[in-house]
């Protein structure tokens, strides 16, 4: 007899929304971003466009079979949300309202915050709403670092801002980059500067290496490769040392702290998205969207079902969700086995996962696995 297999309702219960403006633009940041010429008329503008954003995703939701559940994740990227202020809770609350977005009760929300770039009547308010989880842009805790870095905030700034989340028993992660140019030079000692962030408690690090382009201004000033992967694995093993997991090939977490709406991207599950550049997935369609920032339009990207399964294998083994070495080919566990002889990998219970290590050396691997033509 026939069996009728029950529908799966396809739904959203995930957003991000991008920021676009920034106070000042950093020299080596190629997000799409912006300083306000008039802030009122460009914040006017903003919303405006997510106004029309929205139904124009609402026709590709519904055209694609989706509706939206209570919010589970929702995270507000930039640019530099916290300078969105008071106005932007506001207004987020009467959009959420309007077309009836909800967020779940144990719905996670987090908002990029910089130093110098907030104050507590903005952060309450966004507290209000339901921001519950706050990611600062520290990027260092040294002064040298943070001007060559061309950012708007001061060391003192840094120190405020952490010492605040503090005080008020915040759940934050803290962003933090590696490979900065003097860093060799000038002997940075990230060890130092991430002990003094630990002293105020942040749940989660994401900590990135610097990545530019051959015209970028520092470029000759940039530390060796080989330091930049002695720095990583040191600030890998300090922070394990400390209790963070090494959960992904950037983010460190205190157990039970992950962030649950990056892990959404890890395990290539439905994300949406609104904003000029953002993007998100309808993974049930293998459909990637992105805002173009000039008018609220989006480009396509349909994945075959060959490159979605590539893509899975390429996101879940970034993070500690590994690859289940069952669901591939049985030539696969030679390459894994070469892979575990040199310290890159682990298996436990059939489950493949980087060690750091195998982490720094994420694109070498997959390219190798790629090529390999095992999959
Ligand atoms: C979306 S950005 C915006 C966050 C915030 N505006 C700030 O600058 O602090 C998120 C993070 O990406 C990292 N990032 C930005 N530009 C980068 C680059 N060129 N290479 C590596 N990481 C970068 C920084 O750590 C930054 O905090
Ligand atoms: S503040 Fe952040 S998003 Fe803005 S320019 Fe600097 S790095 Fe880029």
């Known amino acids: 007899m026939l069996k009728i297999m029950p529908k799966i309702p396809k739904i959203i219960d995930s957003l991000y929304i991008h920021f676009p403006f920034c106070a000042h633009l950093c020299n080596y940041c190629d997000f799409y971003k912006k300083v306000p010429t008039d802030k009122m008329q460009d914040f006017k503008n903003f919303h405006l466009y997510l106004e029309e954003s929205f139904s124009i995703h ?69 507290q209000k709403l339901g921001a519950n989880r706050f990611s600062l842009g520290i990027q260092a805790l040294n002064e040298d670092m943070i001007k060559y870095l061309d950012r708007v905030h001061t060391i003192q700034d840094v120190h405020e801002t952490l010492q605040y989340f503090h005080d008020h028993k915040l759940n934050y992660s803290v962003d933090f980059m590696l490979g900065l140019p003097f860093s060799e030079k000038l002997n940075r000692n990230v060890i130092e500067e991430l002990s003094s962030a630990l002293r105020c408690k942040p749940s989660h690090f994401s900590v990135y290496i610097l990545t530019v382009k051959e015209n ?11 330091w930049i992967a002695d720095e990583f694995l040191q600030v890998s093993d300090f922070l394990r040392q400390e209790g963070f997991l090494h959960y992904e090939v950037s983010s460190f977490s205190l157990p039970g702290k992950q962030s649950a709406h990056n892990l959404n991207y890890w395990k290539s599950h439905t994300v949406a998205a609104l904003g000029p550049s953002a993007t998100g997935f309808l993974s049930e369609e293998k459909l990637r969207y992105r805002w173009i920032p000039q008018r609220p339009e989006m ?36 390459l894994v086995l070469e892979w575990e002889r040199k310290a890159l990998v682990t298996q436990q219970r059939g489950v493949v996962t980087l060690t750091s290590r195998g982490y720094l050396l994420l694109d070498s691997l997959m390219s190798d696995l790629f090529s390999s033509k095992l999959l």
């Not at 990207?301 to 690859?323: D, H, N, P, T, V």
Request: aromatic share 14%; net charge negative.
């Open 58 to 126: 609402q026709n590709l939701i519904e055209k694609h079979g989706y509706s939206w559940a209570p919010l589970k994740t929702l995270y507000i990227g930039g640019g530099t949300p916290s300078l969105w202020g008071v106005e932007g809770s506001e207004f987020l609350e009467n959009f959420f309202k309007k077309h009836q977005i909800q967020l779940a009760d144990d719905c996670e929300f987090t908002l990029e915050v910089n130093p110098g770039a907030w104050n507590e009547e903005v952060l309450t308010s966004w």
């Open 216 to 226: 970028y201004k520092f470029y000759s000033d940039l530390p060796h490769e080989e």
């Open 299 to 334: 480009v396509f990207e349909e994945l075959s079902e060959e490159e979605f399964k590539l893509e899975k294998i390429y996101m879940a083994i970034r993070s500690q969700e590994g690859i289940r070495l069952s669901d591939f080919p049985e030539k696969l566990s030679s």
